[in-house]
């Protein structure tokens, strides 16, 4: 179950359709250990808004292409977040439809890497710490 947590995780935050919500709620109820489905999750989802960094970092070129992963009104929207809050609008990567745009253009714009790790760890930690939070009042 541990795997299983972590690798959708893993997903979610990447262009794969993937949602880590019912896994993680999930494995709370079934009486996993909530800091390890805690730590799992946001290892997992922020080792996924790396791979959009990378992406973003070396792949721009592309974007041009019908196999680019993202839209480019996806793009243009983050790209908005960006230019009105800088690398705090990293922050807002744990939301849906804006969150991986934001970590794709955080590596299109070079965004210095430990700066960006940290900030999306703290967003994707954040996220699962008040999901389990919550679940844990059902």
């Known amino acids: 179950m541990y795997l299983s947590i972590f690798l959708t995780a893993f997903l979610a935050a ?4 993937a949602q880590s919500e019912f896994m993680v709620a999930g494995a709370q109820q079934m009486g996993y ?4 489905i805690w730590w799992l999750a946001s290892i997992g989802n922020t080792l996924g808004s790396v791979v959009n960094y990378i992406l ?4 721009v070129q592309y974007q041009d292409r019908r196999w680019f992963p993202f839209k480019p009104k996806s793009l243009e929207r983050g790209h908005r977040w960006f230019e009105r809050f800088g690398k705090w609008s990293l922050l807002m990567a744990w939301a849906p439809f804006i969150g991986d745009p934001l970590t794709f253009i955080a590596g299109m714009l070079r965004l210095t890497f430990w700066q960006f790790l940290i900030l999306v760890f703290v967003s994707k930690s954040g996220r699962y710490a008040i999901l389990l939070g919550i679940t844990q009042l059902f």
């Open 14 to 17: 990447t262009i794969l359709p």
């Open 33 to 36: 250990n909530i800091w390890a």
């Open 56 to 59: 973003g970092r070396f792949l």
